[in-house]
């Protein structure tokens, strides 16, 4: 039997992974010589094993055709007797040759890649992207939806660039109409004086949506004005974070590619490490455990921890209900951001507050649980905080994940806010309410307490700057210096939305 030998290799660990057998049934395979042994070196990638065995890529049919004979009742002795028929040789050097793009930087890809958000905002890109579509250093552009890649190819990117611009942007369009919608993409087009709009209507209409699928191709040709034409296959491959965008070479073969997209984790995070920082509008939301009790000294260490997980985990499950993204947790607290959507840009202003609402819930809930637990007294309270701005929005990277991170002035306003709340209120900014679409604000109810003990009432629908409402020493206590001026109300309710068709 002759066996024809293939250039390219897998590693050890995606072969166990692909073909479901253990490491040691992989090594009595070697040991029986139905399979060659490993060409083991180096992966270029720091901080994994410092040693990977690397096969053939045929090594997979070869496993799944033994254990197909296994099934069929025959033995392993008579498995290798029928695979000894035929001589297996691998040179090293052929090994050594092959570029495998499982293990490669992200940095080192060779052909333009962009990567954008369920908004279609660029969050990643390389030179070569930048190069061959856009003419400008798209990273260095501040707020992410200027970085739109709609926007920035009706702008100025395929139609002084490119003779077949509509082929280019119709390719681009049958997938973005798996994220957006026709008014969407008009809507950004009216934010261009010179953007074609009947054109840009009439290709999206034209334009079939692919299928469904984690990864699609389509062939792209590009035509420059000056310059030769090129082939490409443009791929696509869907991530939670966003779309990956290949635009490779017509030539390249496509195992290259798919062994590119087979190590998805490993791309994710070498995607995530250089996402560009954002100047954003957002909403944050900080919530600040209260408690008649220190619990720090009023429980055991393994009851506090498990405390504080328990408002920690039950309040990121309500964040992710709610739209949100939880941030960096605070001391014995939590902070969550909501960011504006593609199809209802002010959405997320309401979001935050009927978060805040189901928080109040849940602490409430817990409270009650805690109680019987303990049989005391104390009572568990968040007192929250609600701001909005835009902020510089970014990743940082840790030895476990990346954590989304904001920079700015809203960050720490809205943490003082949860300082200045107490008794489990809940306090939105002025700037938050008067954003809020006008249907949203009606539902919500808002005020400030005025009096003083028993005798306090609320006077709906007004707002009091910080200073207004505790003394100076207070101020300086509760270090409040910073949101003296800040115009603020307290949410009292929020009801939910009446059904027309009732």
Same mark, same amino acid.
């Given at each position: 039997?002759?066996?024809?030998?293939?250039?390219?290799?897998i590693s050890s660990k995606e072969l166990i992974a692909r073909t479901g057998i253990s490491r040691a049934t992989l090594n009595n395979y070697i040991s029986l010589n139905l399979i060659?042994?490993?060409?083991?070196?180096?992966?270029?990638?720091?901080?994994?094993?410092?040693?990977?065995?690397?096969?053939?890529?045929?090594?997979?049919?070869?496993?799944?055709?033994?254990?197909?004979?296994?099934?069929?009742?025959?033995?392993?002795?008579?498995?290798?007797?029928?695979?000894?028929?035929?001589?297996?040789?691998?040179?090293?050097?052929?090994?050594?040759?092959?570029?495998?793009?499982?293990?490669?930087?992200?940095?080192?890809?060779?052909?333009?890649?962009?990567?954008?958000?369920?908004?279609?905002?660029?969050?990643?890109?390389?030179?070569?992207?930048?190069?061959?579509?856009?003419?400008?250093?798209?990273?260095?552009?501040?707020?992410?939806?200027?970085?739109?890649?709609?926007?920035?190819?009706?702008?100025?990117?395929?139609?002084?660039?490119?003779?077949?611009?509509?082929? *280019? %942007?119709?390719? @681009?369009?049958?997938?973005?109409?798996?994220?957006? &919608?026709?008014? +969407?993409?008009? =809507?950004?087009?009216?934010?261009?004086?010179?953007?074609?709009?009947?054109?840009?209507?009439?290709?999206?209409?034209?334009?079939?949506?692919?299928?469904?699928?984690?990864?699609?191709?389509?062939?792209?040709?590009?035509r420059p004005l000056k310059g030769k034409t090129t082939r490409h296959t443009l791929f696509s491959s869907d991530f939670r974070e966003g779309t990956l965008l290949l635009y490779t070479?017509?030539?390249?073969?496509?195992?290259?590619?798919?062994?590119?997209?087979?190590?998805?984790?490993?791309?994710?995070?070498?995607?995530?490490?250089?996402?560009?920082?954002?100047?954003?509008?957002?909403?944050?939301?900080?919530?600040?455990?209260?408690?008649?009790?220190?619990?720090?000294?009023?429980?055991?260490?393994?009851?506090?921890?498990?405390?504080?997980?328990?408002? *920690? %985990?039950?309040? @990121?499950?309500?964040?992710?209900?709610?739209?949100? &993204?939880?941030? +960096?947790?605070? =001391?014995?607290?939590?902070?969550?951001?909501?960011?504006?959507?593609?199809?209802?840009?002010?959405?997320?202003?309401?979001?935050?507050?009927?978060?805040?609402?189901?928080?109040?819930?849940?602490?409430?809930?817990?409270?009650?649980?805690?109680?019987?637990?303990?049989?005391?007294?104390?009572?568990?309270?968040?007192?929250?905080?609600?701001?909005?701005?835009?902020?510089?929005?970014?990743?940082?990277?840790?030895?476990?994940?990346?954590?989304?991170?904001?920079?700015?002035?809203?960050?720490?306003?809205?943490?003082?806010?949860?300082?200045?709340?107490?008794?489990?209120?809940?306090?939105?900014s002025k700037k938050l309410i008067e954003n809020m679409l006008p249907e949203d604000r009606q539902r919500v109810e808002f005020g400030v307490r005025l009096g003083t003990g028993r005798?306090?009432?609320?006077?709906?629908?007004?707002?009091?700057?910080?200073?207004?409402?505790?003394?100076?020493?207070?101020?300086?206590?509760?270090?409040?210096?910073?949101?003296?001026?800040?115009?603020?109300?307290?949410?009292?309710?929020?009801?939910?939305?009446?059904?027309?068709?009732?």
């Amino acid at each position: 039997m002759t066996v024809q030998l293939d250039s390219k290799v897998i590693s050890s660990k995606e072969l166990i992974a692909r073909t479901g057998i253990s490491r040691a049934t992989l090594n009595n395979y070697i040991s029986l010589n139905l399979i060659p042994a490993p060409s083991v070196r180096k992966p270029e990638e720091p901080g994994g094993p410092t040693k990977i065995g690397y096969f053939p890529l045929w090594v997979v049919e070869r496993i799944e055709k033994i254990q197909e004979l296994k099934g069929a009742g025959m033995r392993m002795t008579a498995i290798a007797d029928h695979f000894s028929k035929g001589e297996v040789e691998v040179r090293e050097d052929e090994i050594a040759e092959v570029e495998d793009f499982a293990y490669q930087s992200i940095a080192k890809i060779i052909f333009p890649a962009i990567l954008v958000n369920q908004r279609w905002e660029i969050i990643w890109i390389n030179q070569m992207a930048e190069r061959e579509f856009f003419n400008e250093p798209v990273h260095e552009i501040p707020t992410a939806a200027n970085r739109n890649i709609l926007r920035l190819f009706l702008q100025e990117g395929l139609m002084r660039r490119f003779r077949n611009w509509k082929e *280019i %942007l119709g390719a @681009h369009l049958r997938l973005a109409k798996r994220d957006l &919608t026709e008014d +969407r993409v008009e =809507q950004i087009c009216r934010q261009i004086e010179t953007c074609p709009i009947d054109e840009l209507r009439q290709l999206w209409r034209q334009s079939k949506p692919l299928q469904e699928r984690p990864i699609t191709q389509q062939e792209l040709v590009l035509r420059p004005l000056k310059g030769k034409t090129t082939r490409h296959t443009l791929f696509s491959s869907d991530f939670r974070e966003g779309t990956l965008l290949l635009y490779t070479p017509f030539s390249m073969q496509l195992d290259q590619i798919l062994n590119l997209l087979m190590g998805r984790e490993r791309l994710v995070k070498a995607l995530l490490s250089r996402r560009i920082p954002s100047l954003t509008p957002l909403c944050i939301l900080s919530g600040r455990l209260e408690s008649s009790l220190h619990l720090r000294t009023a429980l055991p260490p393994h009851e506090y921890f498990d405390l504080i997980n328990q408002v *920690i %985990l039950a309040s @990121h499950q309500c964040f992710k209900d709610h739209g949100g &993204t939880p941030g +960096r947790s605070i =001391q014995e607290g939590v902070v969550c951001f909501f960011l504006s959507g593609p199809d209802s840009p002010r959405q997320y202003l309401h979001s935050a507050i009927q978060c805040s609402q189901a928080l109040k819930q849940m602490i409430a809930a817990l409270d009650k649980r805690w109680k019987y637990k303990k049989v005391w007294k104390n009572n568990l309270q968040l007192n929250m905080g609600i701001h909005c701005g835009e902020e510089w929005l970014g990743t940082i990277p840790s030895s476990l994940a990346f954590e989304f991170t904001v920079m700015g002035e809203t960050l720490v306003e809205t943490v003082n806010l949860s300082e200045f709340a107490d008794g489990g209120s809940i306090w939105a900014s002025k700037k938050l309410i008067e954003n809020m679409l006008p249907e949203d604000r009606q539902r919500v109810e808002f005020g400030v307490r005025l009096g003083t003990g028993r005798e306090k009432f609320i006077s709906p629908g007004i707002y009091s700057q910080v200073r207004e409402l505790v003394s100076g020493d207070e101020l300086q206590r509760k270090a409040l210096e910073e949101i003296r001026n800040l115009a603020v109300t307290e949410i009292i309710n929020v009801h939910p939305a009446v059904d027309q068709d009732l």
